[in-house]
């Protein structure tokens, strides 16, 4: 079902398909999931919790460049574990988030709060240098998700079948990059 919401949107995507893929019948797809809404919510659910899993909460008293490094490696790790998880949260968000809005400001909405404060404590250490730091972790985010969302157009211009290992660990070492200049820190490579 992740995978043919991702590719063909909640509107397109139809329940004899996801029920053939799956191994069951329309009536019996229903029967576990009562209609393609519930279904829908049922996988929207999933990839949240799961990337709520793999979302690092940032701690006021670690080490930022350490923690920095690890969260921008989850976040590729995920995205490239579960693309289809990516593309939907993505067709989502474009739609306006008629499925998942609620969702969002309650679940990630917290993490994203408590990650700024520990950037914001790390500026006042004079740890980090102080940005937006809202807007930097919209920016991370925005880096990974695209080098999922956008791997086939990125395969294409580099004259690839499809991204690499070598090209998703390029990409994270270039973000890194750019968040320790950003932050005037030294993150370990």
Known sequence: AERHFALLGYEGAPL???AQDAGFSRHNLLYYYPSKEVLYQTV???IFSDWLNHMTEL???GEPAVQIRRYIREKFVFAQARPFAS???TKEMIAGAPFAGAAVRERFGPLLASNVAAFEHWAQQGL???V???HLMFTIWAVTQGYVDQRTQFALLQDKEELGQADYAQAEALLVRMVSATLKID???
Do not use: G, R, V
């Open 16 to 18: 004899e398909l996801i």
């Open 44 to 46: 929207l659910d999933s």
């Open 59 to 61: 701690s006021q008293e």
């Open 87 to 89: 593309q939907l949260f």
């Open 128 to 130: 980090i240098a102080q």
């Open 132 to 134: 937006n730091f809202t």
């Open 187 to 189: 993150l370990p490579e």
